[in-house]
């Protein structure tokens, strides 16, 4: 008979602390004393003047997103991320938004990103100037000024599309020649307990496609709850690196089982002859996630992956996303669209890519406790909403 664990136990076992972020060496108490009291209410911070870029004003507001439930994966989880909103502002009042959602797993915090952002305006004033459409010169001048520190980059990305867009007065799918559809999105099931899990799987009865986070001793058990739970619906899985090849290929039998439709990043992010090795004993596609972060990652990837997973929280900005789908395209791959936990901000601004894709994973703003802005995302089933406001066609809740 498997030990039976509270709460904190289960997680603990299973390799996830409850706010742990275990690759800094950090505690839950430690990351607890760190979050102000009131936080659970997403609160904000108020907004800050980062720089000018030309004459457009750069502010930035950090603010708190708690969700339903502990969100746990195979490396971490948490009950609260912190995000950073971006905002450029044109001297006649014209704003374009962006959301920076940190990630330590890639090197940031919402406090790493507020204190990269001066430096950052003065890469762009540098670089652009008083132009938004010259995206390809911040691009550049972000890679150089900033390296890394992707999410603010991609913030900064996401505002000059929107500015853009509402200077022309068109969605950003329009301005693309995009046509407003794509795949369902699915709704995400973290590691919990078994009673939460089920009651997870209760609250995502109208989604169509559920992806469950995998990566632990108790897959199995996991697998059966939610296919117990969800008998019709389409399961992907997403190990987030937490097996070995060894391990993933052992996998295979069993998720094959359950019907599982797609296996996320089963290995190492660097384990790239481990991806090979699973795809070639998989009758399932394989998909990077952590293991593909910019355009020049999927050349690495063909042959040993069926298909790649889109985050601007990775590779940093709208336009080298379009890249990676132009790539992995040229390589005959397939495309997953993915997100971190985020509002509707940065959501909105990943829903622009989504009908260039085949699997959709944008259920980061659906996992909140409380949104603090509207516009386009998912629907209660995973339907994909677009916006026909110029733009992101985002506002504050």
């Known amino acids: 008979m498997a030990p039976q664990f509270d709460?904190?136990?289960?997680?603990?076992?299973?390799?996830?602390?409850?706010a742990g972020l275990p690759f800094l060496g950090a505690t839950p108490d430690r990351l607890a004393a760190a979050v102000p009291a009131g936080a659970a209410d997403a609160s904000w911070r108020g907004a800050v003047h980062a720089g000018y870029i030309g004459k457009m004003e750069l502010k930035y507001e950090i603010f708190d997103l708690p969700t339903v439930h502990d969100f746990a994966i195979a490396r971490e989880g948490a009950r609260l991320r912190r995000d950073v909103w971006v905002r450029l502002r044109t001297p006649d009042g014209l704003e374009g938004w962006g959301e920076a959602a940190a990630t330590p797993y890639y090197g940031e915090t919402a406090e790493s990103v507020v204190a990269e952002l001066p430096r950052l305006a003065d890469a762009l004033n540098a670089a652009i100037g008083d132009d938004p459409f010259a995206m390809e010169k911040a691009d550049k001048a972000l890679e150089v000024a900033l390296g890394r520190n992707p999410s603010a980059r991609a913030a900064i990305s996401m505002a000059l599309h929107d500015l853009v867009g509402k200077r022309l007065g068109v969605p950003i799918w329009k301005m693309w020649g995009l046509t407003p559809a794509g795949a369902m999105s699915s709704f995400t099931i973290g590691i919990d307990t078994p009673e939460i899990m089920r009651q997870k799987v209760k609250e995502a009865a109208a989604y169509k496609n559920l992806k469950v986070k995998v990566g632990t001793p108790r897959d199995e058990e996991v697998l059966k709850i939610v296919r117990e739970g969800a008998p019709h619906a389409a399961i992907r899985v997403d190990a987030n690196t937490g097996w070995t090849a060894k391990q993933a290929v052992a996998a295979l039998p069993m998720l094959e089982e359950f019907g599982v439709e797609l296996v996320e990043q089963p290995v190492p992010a660097d384990d790239l002859d481990g991806l090979e090795l699973v795809r070639s004993r998989s009758k399932i596609p394989i998909v990077a996630d952590e293991s593909c972060k910019v355009a020049t990652d999927v050349a690495h990837?063909?042959?040993?992956?069926?298909?790649?997973?889109?985050?601007?929280?990775?590779?940093?900005?709208?336009r080298e996303a379009l890249k990676i789908v132009h790539v992995a395209r040229a390589h005959g791959m397939s495309l997953m669209l993915g997100c971190m936990v985020e509002s509707s901000l940065g959501i909105a601004?990943?829903?622009?890519?989504?009908?260039?894709?085949?699997?959709?994973?944008?259920?980061g703003a659906a996992l909140l406790a409380k949104d603090p802005f509207t516009g386009p995302g998912i629907g209660p089933d995973g339907s994909l909403r677009f916006n026909?406001?110029?733009?992101?066609?985002?506002?504050?809740a």
Request: aromatic residues 4%; proline residues 4%.
């Open 388 to 396: 026909t406001e110029p733009g992101l066609g985002v506002k504050r």
């Open 7 to 18: 709460r904190r136990g289960f997680l603990g076992a299973t390799g996830v602390a409850l």
């Open 301 to 318: 990837l063909v042959g040993k992956v069926d298909g790649v997973n889109i985050k601007l929280s990775k590779c940093a900005s709208l």
């Open 349 to 363: 601004a990943a829903m622009q890519l989504a009908p260039l894709v085949d699997w959709v994973d944008l259920d």
